[in-house]
């Protein structure tokens, strides 16, 4: 799992968003895939705690 930090403009003003949504990779026959599983909105973290953050809500998840 990471956090894949993602950009949207907003086209009618010309403002740019960031926000980020919680991903997994897995395999399929075609390759592979990337399925998004939680959008976390405006985060306000450094890069180097984004993996700590996706790390720690594996560990909650899978218990």
């Known amino acids: 799992m ?3 930090r993602v950009r949207k403009k907003d ?5 740019t968003y960031f926000y980020h949504q919680l991903v ?7 390759g592979p895939r990337q399925r998004t599983l939680l959008n ?3 985060l306000d973290l450094e890069p180097k ?3 700590g953050l996706a790390n720690r809500i594996e560990e909650i998840l899978t218990g």
């Open 2 to 4: 990471f956090i894949r």
């Open 11 to 15: 086209h009618q003003t010309g403002t």
């Open 24 to 30: 997994e990779s897995y395999r399929t026959p075609k």
């Open 40 to 42: 976390l909105g405006k």
């Open 49 to 51: 705690q984004l993996k």
